[in-house]
């Protein structure tokens, strides 16, 4: 669990009109712009807990993508209900990720904490992100670019605020970024097989 406040146009709200389509836009966006020729996997770390509400963005998030995301070649994820990527066992995973994976390019998604009027927004941002801030824990930073969703108020009584944030929110939120993280490697795979084509062609 991350915490956040400063906001750009990065974000979405997932209440807004066609949430899932814009919001894999952008995922689509970074991704294309972050993504290399040195990068051989995509790998999806989706940290939390499923023993804190607030924090199960990550599990629940990992557990709709792992099934559908099968379907890809080279795309992996880490972090799902029944095995949940968390504080005690981030680093192992880190290492575990760096060794079992060639190149891979690392998406990590977290739950954040943030003001008020921003609970409810995703965004999307480049280079790692850092687990464990908003509750005051010093984990290693991680990913190539980054998912957050805000799912309540920081700034006190973390613990208590994630433990009392509504499971409605943290389920919308997590159907709406494994949905367009779906549509966004779908279109990512369909364009790079285009490319491909075309150089084979020339």
């Not at 995301?69 to 575990?96: C, M, Q």
């Not at 998604?109 to 801030?133: E, F, H, M, N, Q």
Request: with cysteine; proline share 4%.
């Amino acid at each position: 669990m991350n915490l956040t406040s400063n906001l750009s146009n990065n974000t979405i709200n997932i209440d807004s009109p066609f949430a899932t389509s814009y919001f894999s836009n952008m995922f689509l966006s970074y991704l294309k712009d972050n993504y290399t020729n040195n990068h051989d996997e995509i790998v999806l770390l989706c940290i939390g807990t499923d023993r804190s509400t607030g924090d199960s963005l990550g599990p629940l998030t990992g557990y709709k993508m792992k099934k559908v995301l099968s379907r890809f070649d080279n795309v992996h994820v880490y972090g799902t209900l029944d095995s949940p990527v968390h504080a005690k066992n981030l680093e192992d995973h880190i290492n575990s990720i760096s060794t079992s994976h060639k190149n891979p390019f690392v998406i990590a998604i977290d739950a954040c904490l943030g003001k008020v009027d921003r609970v409810g927004y995703l965004t999307v941002s480049t280079g790692p992100i850092k687990p464990g801030a908003g509750v005051k824990k010093n984990l290693p930073p991680v990913g190539d670019m980054h998912i957050t969703g805000i799912v309540n108020l920081g700034g006190f009584m973390e613990y208590i605020v994630l433990q009392n944030t509504r499971l409605s929110l943290v389920m919308n939120m997590a159907e709406t970024i494994s949905s367009a993280v779906y549509f966004g490697l779908w279109k990512f795979q369909k364009e790079s097989e285009k490319k491909k084509g075309q150089c084979n062609f020339s």
